[in-house]
């Protein structure tokens, strides 16, 4: 190593040699140089050398001389020879220079022998960060922003990078066949008006005996600016999460672009709707904690500011922001009984009790679309009668909004399931129902089929209306426990009908129909009813008359409460026939009677329909 004083003073310098590792490697410190005026000398570099073979990280150094004097008065350079090849190695000594020595674009190659490694040196006192690119033909790889200790050195061996397929974060690699390309970086972060950084990098080819050193710079440090890729979902479901990622890209004064880099970020909500995990990190993910919306910053620190005067690149010392801003919504959904919100939560109901269901999004102005609703059981959408129609929307539109369903059979633990989309964001809800039926049974009760005036006129009939019903019936109900209260009713329809009566004089008459109410709705509303069905003749004038009927007795409950209908709980389904003929001038046998005995009930989730009454039905 070679120093020379150019001043007409004597100066002392002191050379330091800094393992790569940085000053925490405890450089190796030679002993006070003095130069008098003008006095070019060759430092003994002997005990650098004894020293290296007890400390093996001073194989490779760089080297700092410290001179109290001004810039340019001390100039020096560093000569070595390879004893084995003879290549010879010339590296200047520099003062750290202007601003845009804090950059670097070197020429490398990788071909035949020749190998290039590039130096970034931490020359200051702070820690230092950079970022950089390895170009070349086609493509380009990103050194990702890399931290310095202060004397640190970072290496990279380009030979190495591209055989060992070494990648960047995106899994780029230099191919095996590109040869040949340019290194290029720059200074990151707050500078405090300092000079950081230096760089070489330095081509050798041993075959050839070449040996060169590059420290070609670019005129000023990039501007860096950040970005998010990708921004945070624009909804976020409450208690889920969504993520995003900061980078930075560095923008040079002639308008090339770098990056864009992988770099961290301090994600700062500017509400409580979200957390942030991590909350310094490249990548996070927001977890909704309340609804409504949010926007979060991502901090990616603060660059130091330049500017270039048309000649050369000058530190503003001032700093800027980086960062990006992404906001979201954080929305829920919610399954509504009314105007009680019951998501996931368990509720208990009885039979024929409105259950009045909606979905209410929160969060957001926005409505529900794609809306559909699973309801297990058996249940319908409602139930309308009257003296001309009892009709039953068995199928109500699960596509609705509010929805409005009426259970007819009990069961515990039944899922009500909601989904549906807020924007194009799939929401899937759930409410547990125990549905609750009263237990019920009727008891009958039946008489005899007979012809004779019993029935207020002479007729064929069975029971009598003011003796012995043709068929009692009574019913027996006991409520769920948590339920009081409710009516009941009885509604009765005619499964079939005919009935025919002779003329003296003419042909048979006949009266038919199926599914008719008979005669009223409901045909009764106590604790019991009856029915004697019967078929009135004229004894003088008619010669024959025939009866053949069969009905279905529902037992109806509908519970206490706004919205409730009737829902049925147990059926009865009986029949009586019979026939007589005239066998004197006004006297009549009974010829054939039968009819269902003391019928047993059973459970029914079948409503009663009709869509006409029996007092329409006339003879024919």
Request: net charge negative.
């Amino acid at each position: 190593m070679l120093l020379k004083n150019t001043t007409a003073s004597s100066i002392a310098v002191v050379p330091r040699f800094i393992p790569l590792g940085g000053l925490a490697a405890k450089p190796f410190v030679s002993s006070q140089v003095v130069l008098a005026p003008n006095e070019a000398r060759e430092v003994d570099l002997a005990p650098l050398l004894r020293a290296a073979k007890k400390k093996a990280d001073l194989d490779l150094v760089s080297v700092e001389v410290m001179n109290p004097a001004q810039a340019g008065s001390i100039i020096g350079a560093i000569y070595s020879t390879n004893s084995e090849t003879g290549v010879n190695y010339d590296v200047p000594l520099r003062d750290s220079g202007p601003v845009r020595t804090m950059t670097g674009s070197y020429p490398w190659k990788v071909a035949d022998d020749f190998t290039t490694v590039v130096y970034i040196t931490n020359i200051s006192d702070q820690k230092a960060e950079f970022l950089g690119e390895i170009n070349y033909h086609g493509g380009r790889i990103l050194v990702d922003p890399r931290s310095l200790q202060p004397g640190e050195t970072a290496v990279f061996d380009m030979e190495k990078i591209r055989a060992e397929q070494i990648p960047d974060k995106a899994g780029r690699a230099v191919p095996r066949e590109v040869s040949q390309g340019q290194f290029k970086w720059s200074v990151r972060g707050v500078t405090n008006g300092k000079l950081l950084l230096i760089g070489r990098a330095e081509m050798v080819s041993k075959s050839q005996n070449i040996s060169t050193s590059y420290s070609c710079n670019d005129p000023c440090p990039p501007f860096i600016q950040g970005s998010l890729d990708p921004f945070l979902p624009p909804i976020i479901v409450l208690s889920q999460t969504g993520g995003s990622s900061a980078w930075a890209s560095a923008y040079y004064g002639n308008g090339y672009v770098s990056g864009p880099y992988t770099t961290s970020a301090e994600w700062i909500p500017d509400a409580a709707m979200v957390s942030m995990d991590p909350s310094t990190a490249h990548t996070t993910s927001a977890t909704g904690q309340s609804t409504g919306g949010v926007c979060v910053f991502a901090d990616m620190g603060r660059e130091e500011s330049y500017g270039w005067d048309g000649l050369n690149c000058y530190d503003n010392n001032n700093q800027y922001v980086v960062g990006d801003n992404t906001c979201t919504q954080v929305l829920d959904v919610h399954i509504k009984m009314g105007s009680e919100n019951i998501t996931d939560a368990t509720k208990t109901v009885i039979v024929g009790q409105q259950i009045a269901l909606s979905v209410e999004v929160v969060g957001t102005q926005d409505t529900a679309s794609n809306i559909q609703w699973s309801v297990p059981g058996t249940r319908v959408g409602g139930y309308t009668a009257n003296g001309s129609s009892g009709t039953v929307d068995s199928s109500p539109n699960m596509q609705s909004n509010p929805l409005t369903v009426y259970w007819v059979d009990a069961g515990d633990n039944r899922e009500v399931t909601l989904g549906c989309r807020i924007g194009t964001t799939q929401f899937n809800k759930h409410a547990t129902f125990n549905v609750k039926r009263p237990t019920a049974s009727i008891t009958t009760t039946t008489g005899s089929v007979s012809l004779d005036s019993n029935f207020n006129v002479f007729g064929l009939h069975f029971g009598s209306p003011t003796g012995t019903p043709g068929i009692s019936f009574s019913r027996s109900i006991t409520m769920p426990s948590g339920f009081t209260g409710g009516d009941t009713q009885w509604v009765q329809l005619i499964d079939s009908i005919t009935r025919t009566f002779t003329p003296n004089a003419g042909s048979i008459k006949t009266l038919s129909g199926s599914g008719v109410l008979d005669t009223t709705y409901p045909y009764a509303t106590g604790a019991s009813t009856d029915d004697s069905p019967g078929q009135g003749v004229d004894s003088c004038n008619h010669s024959a008359v025939s009866a053949n009927d069969s009905f279905s007795m529902w037992l109806m409950f509908k519970p206490s409460g706004t919205g409730s209908i009737f829902v049925p709980l147990r059926k009865v389904s009986w029949s009586w026939s019979g026939s007589g003929t005239r066998t004197g001038t006004c006297s009549w046998t009974l010829s054939t009677s039968n009819h269902s005995t003391n019928p047993t009930d059973a459970d029914s989730t079948d409503f009663p329909t009709w869509s006409s009454n029996v007092t329409s039905l006339t003879f024919h």
